[in-house]
């Protein structure tokens, strides 16, 4: 992949794409949420690094599915995942550790949902 | 028994602030300002203290661990805000997660504002906490501490309202 | 066999000068594992971009953190600089180069100061702090803030710094330096620090990659990485290389953060050498459209900054990934295997800013 690149995937395809990414050596950068309009569900951009290149492989999940963690491959994934559970509420099947909505213990559910 | 006010011990916690006040909370204590030259002494232990500083604004989480230090600290004693957001929640007084200053959950008796708040105005608020930490004392020797915080109390909600 | 126990650590405790809790399950005296328990700082401020107009939003996002404030400010500027597709004048690159350097002397020396605490040297923390005053007045004299400056705005920045005012601070840095190499002796020969620190909390470089460690947690470590190297600011006009160390542990993470304040001395001298004269802001007309991703090497190591709008005056989405965030997976790594009595050190080698994670 080249610096900058966003590639589309599907929850079916994320965990190979991921497999292959670590597999070249990179390590994972970021995990990031972002609600789309009129509750259409979330847009997940997972950014990989190699040295000072970052690339990500980019999910559109409608509200309803789930999605499974790539904490199996990348092992601090488990952080990014239960932070955008508890905000996002986006649903994550597998993750190797799972705060059950307990990693922020908020007021407000899923306040970042729309 | 020697004044209690002449070496009031602090205790500080940060509730959910930005850091900024609390830098500038231990920079009251550190070399240049140097609090601690005239007996004012950061402790980590609530049943040491007599003062309590809080920093920042309260959350859902927090405000059961500010409540309980405030509790754990032995009589009389003392809470200062320090910071704009412990006044009144701040910038992030809007946000989801902050319920307000720390008044929400702990009654307060000096307010120190700004952002960041500097070094001479949270000694300043140190220096009028020491003159109620005297008032409270004489109150809890005559065993009159209730009335005192309950007209305590009045006045401040007044001074509100003006 | 050993019974296990758990003794909780946090979130109020005397070395922590934020709250962190950590469920520390220990065998003996060793640590076995650690559980961490975050958000006691949380404040959700990613979420007042829908009701702060983008312009105003500098100011929230400078108060994601006191200490590393200024590059906060800065990173969101850039991000809506480079959705809109703004070239910053020469002279806001490197005026924000100085500043950041600075916010870097001023946050390692911080950290100096609580390591020093930490391992029960309280003198040696007044030391550093003495030391750290100078840069605060610095910032205090060309922002007029001694943590939080304001002085970023989309498009620039806010205040400049005269030709006399820029000689004086290197005057002002060259007696620092001779200061900070005094404080440097105790740090790294002293018998009774070597003892806390060799040794303590080895984190290989193997784990520092696959942990996803950041920052000068990593080059501790031995992987030679600094995102200043993407050339940001000014930084693609100076010379620098990034500062490693092969020891991997608790030591080695010390004398990288002090290498890094003369580095950052260095780099000062070489701006202020190079500053160009010209305007330090442009007018910024529209709103912005589009998303962007930046990073930036902040004194913990390299946040990532993802910014997403849609056209309107509020941004749609704002997102900071911390170096903290990343680098917490690691500690708690390194925290397994060691002494019970070495967590408050463990704990502050990261350089925590546990209101940068949780935002």
């Given at each position: 992949?080249?610096?900058?690149?966003?590639?589309?995937v599907t929850p079916d395809t994320l965990l190979g794409e991921a497999m292959k990414i670590h597999d070249q050596g990179w390590r994972l950068v970021q995990i990031?949420?972002?609600?789309?309009?009129?509750?259409?569900?979330?847009?997940i951009?997972y950014s990989f690094?190699?040295?000072?290149?970052?690339?990500?492989l980019?999910l559109?999940?409608?509200?309803?599915?789930h999605v499974t963690s790539i904490s199996h491959i990348f092992q601090t994934a488990y952080f990014y995942e239960n932070e955008m559970h508890?905000?996002?509420?986006v649903q994550v099947d597998m993750m190797t550790v799972d705060f059950k909505?307990?990693f922020?213990?908020?007021?407000?559910?899923?306040?970042?949902?729309? | 028994?020697?004044?209690?006010?002449?070496?009031?011990?602090?205790?500080?916690?940060?509730?959910?602030?930005?850091?900024?006040?609390?830098?500038?909370?231990?920079?009251?204590?550190?070399?240049?300002?140097?609090?601690?030259?005239?007996?004012?002494?950061?402790?980590?232990?609530?049943?040491?203290?007599?003062?309590?500083?809080?920093?920042?604004?309260?959350?859902?989480?927090?405000?059961?661990?500010?409540?309980?230090?405030?509790?754990?600290?032995?009589?009389?004693?003392?809470?200062?805000?320090?910071?704009?957001?412990?006044?009144?929640?701040?910038?992030?007084?809007?946000?989801?997660?902050?319920?307000?200053?720390?008044?929400?959950?702990?009654?307060?008796?000096?307010?120190?504002?700004?952002?960041?708040?500097?070094?001479?105005?949270?000694?300043?608020?140190?220096?009028?906490?020491?003159?109620?930490?005297?008032?409270?004392?004489?109150?809890?020797?005559?065993?009159?501490?209730?009335?005192?915080?309950?007209?305590?109390?009045?006045?401040?909600?007044?001074?509100?309202?003006? | 066999?050993?019974?296990?126990?758990?003794?909780?650590?946090?979130?109020?405790?005397?070395?922590?000068?934020?709250?962190?809790?950590?469920?520390?399950?220990?065998?003996?005296?060793?640590?076995?594992?650690?559980?961490?328990?975050?958000?006691?700082?949380?404040?959700?401020?990613?979420?007042?971009?829908?009701?702060?107009?983008?312009?105003?939003?500098?100011?929230?996002?400078?108060?994601?953190?006191?200490?590393?404030?200024?590059?906060?400010?800065?990173?969101?500027?850039?991000?809506?600089?480079?959705?809109?597709?703004?070239?910053?004048?020469?002279?806001?690159?490197?005026?924000?180069?100085?500043?950041?350097?600075?916010?870097?002397?001023?946050?390692?020396?911080?950290?100096?100061?609580?390591?020093?605490?930490?391992?029960?040297?309280?003198?040696?923390?007044?030391?550093?702090?003495?030391?750290?005053?100078?840069?605060?007045?610095?910032?205090?004299?060309?922002?007029?803030?001694?943590?939080?400056?304001?002085?970023?705005?989309?498009?620039?920045?806010?205040?400049?710094?005269?030709?006399?005012?820029?000689?004086?601070?290197?005057?002002?840095?060259?007696?620092?330096?001779?200061?900070?190499?005094?404080?440097?002796?105790?740090?790294?020969?002293?018998?009774?620090?070597?003892?806390?620190?060799?040794?303590?909390?080895?984190?290989?470089?193997q784990q520092?990659h696959e942990l996803g460690?950041?920052?000068?947690?990593?080059?501790?470590?031995?992987?030679?990485?600094?995102?200043?190297?993407?050339?940001?600011?000014?930084?693609?006009?100076?010379?620098?290389?990034?500062?490693?160390?092969?020891?991997?542990?608790?030591?080695?993470?010390?004398?990288?953060?002090?290498?890094?304040?003369?580095?950052?001395?260095?780099?000062?001298?070489?701006?202020?050498?190079?500053?160009?004269?010209?305007?330090?802001?442009?007018?910024?007309?529209?709103?912005?459209?589009?998303?962007?991703?930046?990073?930036?090497?902040?004194?913990?190591?390299?946040?990532?900054?993802?910014?997403?709008?849609?056209?309107?005056?509020?941004?749609?989405?704002?997102?900071?990934?911390?170096?903290?965030?990343?680098?917490?997976p690691a500690?708690l790594e390194?925290?397994?295997?060691?002494?019970?009595?070495?967590?408050?050190?463990?704990?502050?080698?990261?350089?925590?800013?546990?209101?940068?994670?949780?935002?």
């Amino acid at each position: 992949m080249t610096d900058g690149e966003i590639k589309v995937v599907t929850p079916d395809t994320l965990l190979g794409e991921a497999m292959k990414i670590h597999d070249q050596g990179w390590r994972l950068v970021q995990i990031c949420a972002r609600a789309l309009k009129d509750g259409a569900g979330n847009e997940i951009t997972y950014s990989f690094g190699d040295d000072l290149i970052m690339a990500h492989l980019r999910l559109t999940l409608p509200c309803e599915e789930h999605v499974t963690s790539i904490s199996h491959i990348f092992q601090t994934a488990y952080f990014y995942e239960n932070e955008m559970h508890d905000l996002f509420g986006v649903q994550v099947d597998m993750m190797t550790v799972d705060f059950k909505g307990n990693f922020y213990k908020i007021g407000a559910e899923t306040p970042f949902k729309k | 028994m020697a004044k209690m006010s002449k070496s009031p011990w602090v205790l500080h916690y940060d509730a959910a602030s930005c850091n900024g006040c609390d830098i500038e909370v231990l920079a009251c204590l550190t070399p240049v300002y140097d609090a601690e030259r005239f007996g004012v002494i950061n402790t980590g232990d609530p049943k040491h203290a007599d003062i309590f500083l809080i920093t920042g604004g309260i959350n859902e989480q927090c405000k059961d661990v500010v409540k309980q230090l405030y509790d754990q600290m032995p009589n009389p004693k003392v809470v200062v805000a320090v910071g704009i957001c412990a006044c009144s929640g701040g910038v992030f007084k809007e946000t989801y997660n902050i319920l307000g200053g720390a008044d929400q959950v702990v009654p307060v008796d000096v307010y120190v504002p700004g952002c960041a708040a500097r070094p001479e105005s949270i000694i300043d608020g140190i220096v009028k906490a020491i003159g109620i930490l005297d008032e409270k004392k004489a109150a809890l020797k005559e065993g009159r501490l209730d009335e005192y915080e309950a007209a305590h109390c009045k006045k401040k909600q007044q001074e509100v309202e003006a | 066999m050993s019974t296990r126990s758990i003794v909780p650590f946090g979130p109020q405790h005397p070395v922590l000068p934020e709250p962190i809790h950590l469920d520390l399950v220990i065998e003996d005296e060793k640590i076995v594992e650690a559980i961490p328990s975050i958000g006691f700082v949380h404040r959700g401020l990613e979420s007042l971009v829908n009701k702060r107009e983008f312009t105003e939003y500098v100011y929230v996002a400078e108060r994601i953190c006191g200490i590393c404030s200024f590059l906060h400010g800065a990173s969101y500027c850039d991000a809506v600089e480079r959705v809109m597709q703004i070239e910053l004048p020469g002279r806001a690159k490197y005026l924000r180069t100085i500043w950041a350097e600075m916010s870097r002397i001023h946050s390692h020396l911080l950290w100096l100061g609580l390591l020093a605490d930490a391992f029960g040297f309280e003198s040696l923390f007044m030391q550093a702090w003495r030391i750290r005053e100078k840069v605060l007045d610095m910032l205090e004299a060309s922002t007029g803030g001694r943590c939080i400056f304001s002085v970023n705005c989309v498009g620039g920045v806010l205040k400049d710094m005269d030709a006399s005012m820029l000689k004086g601070f290197v005057q002002e840095l060259d007696k620092m330096e001779i200061q900070v190499r005094a404080m440097e002796k105790t740090f790294l020969s002293d018998a009774t620090v070597n003892n806390r620190l060799r040794g303590v909390g080895i984190l290989t470089k193997q784990q520092a990659h696959e942990l996803g460690a950041t920052g000068p947690f990593m080059r501790a470590s031995g992987i030679n990485r600094d995102t200043r190297k993407l050339g940001y600011y000014a930084y693609g006009d100076l010379e620098f290389e990034p500062i490693i160390s092969n020891d991997c542990d608790s030591y080695a993470r010390c004398e990288v953060r002090i290498r890094e304040i003369y580095q950052s001395f260095d780099l000062i001298r070489q701006a202020v050498a190079k500053i160009p004269d010209g305007d330090i802001a442009v007018p910024v007309k529209g709103n912005p459209d589009g998303e962007s991703f930046v990073r930036v090497e902040q004194p913990r190591g390299e946040a990532v900054y993802y910014l997403k709008a849609d056209g309107t005056k509020f941004i749609d989405r704002f997102r900071v990934r911390t170096p903290t965030f990343a680098n917490i997976p690691a500690m708690l790594e390194t925290l397994k295997g060691c002494d019970y009595a070495d967590v408050p050190i463990m704990v502050l080698t990261i350089d925590p800013c546990i209101s940068c994670t949780e935002r």
